[in-house]
């Protein structure tokens, strides 16, 4: 029994990315949601106190040759809609200007090919040369979009830190709420303050553009967190069900060095 359990363990670990990396809305293509991409025409935003950010998004095919799908339209390289590359390239999205940078992009590849594929995404600050090699920032797969509600744990703040909180609806709908809660760790469900968020469709039509919305201070945003060195915070869908994703991100106003706290995204 013991042998047939570990088994049974070792198969369900096996299994579950494949699982998670599946076309859960039927539309024939299986999307990838990069949270973060910040790129522009000079390779770099500008953010505050003189800050300099930049993405670097990689995906590495373990087939001699592949033709990917990109989202609709989605530019790569110079075929709008298809690329055929071996071994790993870095993506470099053209999408934005500063006030545009983290609203993220969709990637969306045939359901076939999936299995052969691993990306990874990382954003670098430039001017600081804290973090010279990029923090990394999760790709969510379609099939770990977040739908029931979700608490982001122990968000550190200080005096020197700046700390933001962004939402993703990658099916673009017209407008998804969202209760936002911050609880203290002292008392059981504690909340210190709370409000309710709308996402929203980006300018344009581009499908490679998720909606989502921002908080980029949360200190300034609620003074009621003043003070408060831990917080959690808890995200419910108010409209549902909702396929959504969120992280924070705390970042230090000199160094800019970043940290990011994401969701517990896979349970048994």
């Known amino acids: 029994m013991q042998r047939f359990g570990l088994t049974v363990f070792i198969l369900t670990l096996l299994a ?3 699982v998670a990396q599946r076309d859960t809305n039927n539309d024939g293509l299986v999307d990838v949601l990069v949270p973060i991409a910040v790129q522009t025409s000079e390779s770099f935003v500008l953010g505050a106190y003189g800050s300099r950010w930049a993405t670097e998004t990689w995906v590495r095919t373990e087939r001699a ?3 990917a799908r990109f989202q609709r339209d989605y530019p790569c390289y110079q075929d709008p809609i298809r690329c055929t590359f071996a071994g790993q390239r870095s993506i470099r999205p ?3 200007t500063a006030g545009e940078a983290d609203r993220g992009v969709l ?3 045939h359901p076939a090919t999936v ?3 691993t990306l990874s995404s990382r954003v670098l600050e430039l001017s600081r040369n804290a973090q010279p090699n990029g923090v990394d ?3 969510v797969w379609e099939g ?5 509600p979700t608490v982001l744990l122990a968000i550190p703040q200080t005096d020197e830190s700046r700390v933001a909180l962004r939402i993703y609806d990658p099916r673009r709908r017209p407008e998804a709420r969202f209760r936002v809660e911050f609880l203290s760790l002292e008392g059981s469900n504690q909340v210190i303050a709370e409000t309710v968020l709308t996402t929203q469709r980006q300018q344009g039509t581009e499908l490679y553009l998720p909606a989502y919305v921002t908080i980029n201070d949360l200190g300034m945003t609620f003074p009621q967190l003043a003070g408060v060195e831990r917080f959690d915070i808890r995200i419910t869908p108010l409209e549902g069900p909702i396929e959504y994703w969120t992280f924070a991100a705390v970042t230090h106003r000199e160094t ?3 940290l990011f706290i994401v969701p517990d995204r896979e349970k048994p």
Do not use: C, E, W
């Open 16 to 18: 579950r990315p494949m």
């Open 107 to 109: 990637l969306s590849f």
């Open 137 to 139: 920032v999760p790709v």
């Open 115 to 117: 299995k052969l594929l």
């Open 256 to 258: 800019q060095h970043v």
């Open 144 to 148: 770990n979009y977040l739908t029931d």
């Open 65 to 67: 040759t592949f033709d």
């Open 94 to 96: 053209q999408i934005g």
